[in-house]
């Protein structure tokens, strides 16, 4: 029988077999032809999501919950000590498994997607290096590790959505994902100075042993965690850092899935839960939090409605369920950020990979006002589509109503006016989701006949991780199954070793309450589901053309709130103007001439040394006996 | 004392040993057939540098004039790689006509030198140290002389043996002192019974000059330009490696013993002295357009880098002494390497224009001298990083903020001379760039080891960390 404690012992693995793929296929590339790399990338894969399995379990028997795995002293110089360790407990369990988990259906997804693309090879490396880049960031036991992942997911993000960099669009959404990323990484970098400087540590273990001596909204546990805030606005596309997310769609397909949906983008979540006691300390930060998300949510679901291209509306419902996922930190929630993480990951990454089988069958449209009439021909990609929204809108007894249910939840006990906000977010969700499936599958065809004689359901590869996903779509929410229908909340207990909520999970709240606001809920999506019928099959409304002028706020919405052009207006014009202008003349007269001045000197320091070096030997005598008298002159004499 | 006690002296007994077979190999080959000496070295070297990493018995030998620990059993074998090093850098120069006929004669000179400086650094007492430095030293002279119909290189012997027999001279005066005060040369002894009075004051200056000659500290570094310069590629090499690796390696095993009363008196000295060599190093770098003099001038400048590990004078800085010279001898043996491999190539172009748009020509001796650059920059995350940063640690420690800005500014000063044939080979256009060709296989080995050692040592931090379990104790 595997032991926790003994099977803990092979956790450095489940990182490093990813890795390996990586190094395999990028030195191997050569070698390797047709699906060769795509299958050695999954079967790396899948033996981490193994042995997290394994792990998991194996856990589960044992009575210790929470290990830390020492690796090797990686730096170790004064005063700055840190381990290179693992920290193997239920919510990196709980993020081991999504990763690797819903990674593998992705990767063996991508094998039938990508196949025809002549970069085949390097997109599996670039997904293994992803892998174990996120692996690293959820498993390590110190917020240095943390952030090694961190920056390592970034750079796969960066190389995979600048993947067909043929195309300078796509480019352009890279750089715009990396500058974004940056600033948020910067603020996280500050976060981690200042919690060094702060417990002259940076373990998770050690950071939270010494909290007790601080008393809530102090004002440095407030500053450090205002700075990881800023990192996970970033790497979570929350108001104002999210513009980057819905150009990150420029990637492939399956990268939008696993990267924008599914796992890297949750990465700020698992921060700020990782560290739940020290934003526990700081309710003014959870306020600024919950103000955020719930922002977010409400302003990306808005967007959503009058997006027409596939991924973009997908994207925009990411940033909106990352905002209600910020919305159960900022309540406190924290298991219920996770719970909602999790189930969203399954539902999400089958939406993108449903999203991608359309596309792949319509030889790359994306535009939804061009499709239509698809149910009878993609019968299975309907169906788990179709599953997926059920979920993502909150149907019961699909995941997405449990984990989004137990968020609405919270904000009721909260404050009745965040409940009202939340389900108007939940609403416009339901909307602009049906709005997609009816224009996607039902009516009519409307794209060009030769598109329609080439549609045809995708192959095995594709579609079997779409059924699987589906399962996990279904079944999801029983994971956390509430206690209201009679379940344990299984997951909000498993993660109580990891996370201290700082409010209870609604405890306090009346059953009658519990049901009637649920009841309500309900009645309001079926309602919205009828509207959305109505308008989209019954009347056949269609979404106006590009060239037809809106009325102002379908213009508003559908150019997302100018907030492109307003960064645009705010930084990048006063910047580049900046450097144009002003840059230019600070250069050449302070920074170039202090520099230049500088070097110049030196050299003409060095031109009269020179001289010295005449070669008379003599004169090399009488510098060595200068240099003998001179110091002993000052050591006898000073 | 037994026989089994000679096992101790296995360095010095098995250098003596391939020199006595390689003087027996060359008075039994004809003249014609002198070439077969060259691997014949290379291979007896190889086998005597890794016997030398086998497991060695440490302790004294001759009443303590000669003694060998871990830490000196170390400094030896970083000594024996630097000379294998050259000696497969030197294959093919050795092949050429004019050379033909005094094969033997260099590595029976460069052997010799190794075991003056292998007897050094396990001296004992300051006879056996003297001994060592001079059989470390006379060869050398006898070596920068190796092109004997050309004028600078005998110039260069000429200057050589002069400035060090003044340097000698000052140096024994200086013992001739410390056995006058103490009454013993032994290092036990004159360690326990040094103190501070003037005539041991001088006596410690004029020893010192004797060591900052070899080390080539300002100002007794002038004889350096010229005998870098007038020396054949691969003498200078060595003279700036491996010959000055064992100077540092005993002087700093005798600052901390023998001198330790002093420590105080010392430390000031070396630390203007460090930054005036940083400092003067970078200066006459900066407008060298030679390569083989500019490698000559920051290898000055290193040498006052390595200082700082000596005036931190803790076990962490001896430790970084040992580990840069490790990584310091890869990494100008590198770019050595490299220089030598193009002016043998190209009929001796030797200047930082003629390296215009070698990236396009031969991207692996540019890659590899870029690496070598890097290196001796200290840019991670190559090995002269990891050599540097851990000097900077060892001054740090002891507080020495001032000498630490120095060294930092210094060594921004120095990023833009190293980066200077960077530039020249990855982005100046040229006309005429020198064409592409192929190494021979000794020096492909060579540059391969150097470009192995650089990153190996960079990453593994086991090796530094095993330099520092050794015990600096004597």
């Known amino acids: 029988m595997v032991t926790f404690s003994n099977i803990v012992k092979y956790a450095w693995l489940v990182p490093l077999l990813p890795f390996a793929g990586f190094l395999i296929i990028i030195f191997f590339s050569r070698l390797l032809k047709g699906k060769s790399s795509g299958i050695i990338a999954s079967a790396l894969i899948s033996l981490s999501f193994l042995i997290s399995l394994l792990m998991f379990f194996a856990q589960s028997d044992s009575a210790v919950k929470s290990i830390t795995l020492n690796i090797f002293s990686w730096l170790d110089v004064g005063a700055l000590k840190i381990p290179f360790e693992l920290l193997i407990d239920p919510l990196s369990l709980n993020m081991m498994l999504i990763v690797s ?199 990306a679901a ?46 999400k990454a089958l939406l993108f990979l449903g999203a991608g089988s359309i596309i792949h069958a319509l030889s790359g449209e994306q535009d939804i006002r061009k499709m239509g009439g698809l149910k009878k021909k993609l019968p299975i990609t309907f169906l788990t589509f179709l599953i997926a929204t059920l979920a993502i809108s909150g149907f019961p007894p699909f995941s997405g109503f449990f984990s989004k249910d137990e968020i609405l939840m919270a904000a009721f006990a909260r404050n009745p006016l965040i409940y009202v906000l939340g389900l108007f977010g939940a609403l416009m969700t339901c909307f602009y989701m049906f709005r997609l499936l009816f224009l996607v599958f039902y009516n009519q065809f409307r794209g060009t006949p030769e598109q329609e004689s080439h549609i045809h359901e995708s192959p095995a590869l594709i579609s079997v991780p779409l059924i699987i996903l589906a399962i996990l779509s279904v079944v999801g929410g029983f994971l956390n199954f509430p206690e209201i229908f009679g379940g344990k909340a299984a997951q909000a207990n498993f993660l109580s070793v990891s996370l201290t909520n700082y409010a209870s999970n609604a405890g306090h709240m009346a059953v009658s309450t519990e049901w009637i606001l649920m009841a309500v809920s309900v009645l309001f999506l079926l309602f919205i589901v009828a509207f959305a019928y109505n308008r989209f099959i019954k009347q056949k409304m269609l979404p106006a053309g590009d060239e037809i002028p809106l009325a102002f706020i379908p213009k508003l919405l559908s150019n997302k709130y100018y907030v492109d052009e307003l960064y645009n207006w705010l930084i990048v014009m006063p910047y580049t103007a900046l450097s144009e202008k002003v840059f230019p003349k600070m250069e050449l007269n302070i920074i170039d001439k202090t520099v230049n001045s500088f070097g110049e000197y030196t050299m003409w320091l060095g031109e009269k040394v020179r001289r010295i070096q005449a070669g008379n030997i003599s004169f090399y005598v009488f510098a060595m006996v200068t240099g003998v008298i001179f110091f002993i002159i000052i050591n006898l004499y000073f | ?159 050589l043996i002069l400035i060090s027999a003044l340097s000698s001279g000052i140096l024994l005066y200086g013992i001739s002192m410390i056995y006058g005060t103490v009454g013993s040369v032994y290092f036990d002894k004159v360690s326990v019974a040094y103190g501070a009075t003037p005539l041991q004051i001088m006596s410690f200056i004029f020893f010192f000059t004797g060591m900052a000659f070899k080390i080539s500290i300002v100002p007794f570094h002038l004889w350096t330009a010229d005998v870098y310069e007038g020396a054949p590629v691969n003498v200078t ?99 050595f390497g490299v220089i030598a491999a193009i002016s043998n190539a190209s009929g001796g172009k030797e200047n930082m224009s003629d390296y215009d748009g070698l990236y396009k020509t031969n991207p692996a001796l540019s890659l590899t001298l870029t690496l070598a650059l890097f290196s001796l920059a200290g840019i991670p995350p190559v090995a002269g990083f990891f050599g540097k940063f851990f000097l900077f640690t060892a001054v740090a420690e002891k507080g020495y903020w001032w000498l630490l800005t120095i060294a930092v500014l210094n060594t921004i000063i120095s990023l833009y001379y190293y980066l200077l044939p960077v530039k020249a080979m990855f982005i100046n256009k040229a006309e005429t760039s020198i064409a592409y060709f192929k190494s021979d296989g000794w020096t492909k080995v060579g540059l391969i080891i150097c470009v192995a050692g650089m990153v190996i040592v960079g990453f593994a931090s086991v090796i530094f960390e095993y330099i520092r379990t050794l015990s600096f104790g004597l």
């Open chain 1, 302 to 347: 808005t967007i959503g409605i009058y997006q027409n291209d596939i991924k973009k509306v997908l994207a925009y419902s990411t940033v909106s369920q990352l905002g209600y996922m910020f919305i159960a930190l900022g309540l406190g929630v924290y298991s219920s950020a996770i719970f909602h993480l999790t189930t969203h990951a399954f539902f």
């Open chain 2, 237 to 335: 090499s060595y003279l700036s490696v491996v010959s000055k690796g064992a100077a540092v390696f005993i002087f700093s095993i005798m600052l901390v013993t023998v001198f330790q009363n002093i420590a105080a008196m010392w430390k000031d000295v070396m630390w203007i002295t460090a930054a005036i060599t940083m400092t003067l190093g970078n200066l006459f770098a900066m407008r060298q357009n030679n390569l083989k003099r500019f490698l000559a001038f920051s290898s000055i400048s290193q040498a006052g880098f390595i200082m700082l590990g000596i005036i931190g004078g803790s076990e962490l800085g001896m430790a970084a002494v040992v580990y840069y010279i490790l990584v310091y001898i890869f990494s100008n043996l590198g770019a």
């Open chain 1, 101 to 299: 988990g819903v990674g593998l259906l992705i990767h063996v997804f991508s094998i039938g997607y990508m196949l025809h693309d002549e970069r085949f090879n390097t997109f599996f490396a670039y997904m293994n290096l992803f892998s174990a880049s996120m692996l690293l960031l959820v498993m390590g036991a110190n917020y240095l590790i943390l952030f090694m992942g961190w920056e390592g997911v970034g750079l796969c993000s960066y190389l995979l959505i600048g993947f067909w960099f043929k195309n300078d669009l796509y480019n352009l959404a890279a750089r715009k994902a990396f500058v974004m990323n940056r600033i948020g990484d910067l603020g996280f970098i500050l976060g981690i100075i200042l919690l060094f400087f702060t417990f002259r540590t940076l373990n998770f273990s050690g950071v939270f042993a010494q909290l007790s001596a601080f008393t809530p909204n102090n004002s440095t546990i407030v500053i450090i965690t205002l700075l990881l805030l800023v990192g996970a606005l970033g790497k979570s596309a929350q108001i104002p850092l999210f513009t980057w997310l819905p150009d990150a769609m420029a990637g492939p397909t399956p990268v939008s899935a696993l990267i924008h949906a599914a796992t890297m983008v949750t990465a700020g979540i698992y921060l700020i839960a990782r560290s739940s006691l020290l934003f526990n300390l700081a309710p003014f930060t959870l306020d600024i939090i919950l103000a955020i998300g719930l922002i977010t949510a409400l302003f």
């Open chain 2, 1 to 159: 004392m037994r026989l089994e006690d000679f096992l101790l002296m296995r360095h010095e007994l098995l250098l003596t040993l391939i020199a006595i077979i390689i003087l027996i190999a060359e008075i039994f080959t004809d003249d014609f057939k002198k070439q077969g000496i060259r691997p014949l070295s290379i291979i007896l070297m190889a086998i005597v540098t890794i016997v030398g990493f086998l497991p060695a018995p440490t302790g004294t030998l001759f009443g303590g004039m000669y003694q060998a620990t871990d830490m000196r059993l170390m400094m030896k074998n970083i000594l024996n790689i630097g000379a294998l090093i050259v000696f497969i850098q030197s294959a093919s120069w050795l092949k050429s006509d004019d050379n033909q006929n005094k094969v033997s004669e260099f590595f029976l000179l460069l052997i010799s030198t190794l075991i003056g400086m292998n007897f050094m650094i396990s001296s004992g007492d300051f006879l056996m140290f003297y001994l060592g430095l001079e059989l470390a030293t006379i060869p050398i002279a006898a070596l920068a002389a190796y092109d004997r119909y050309s004028n600078k290189s005998s110039e260069a012997g000429i200057k």
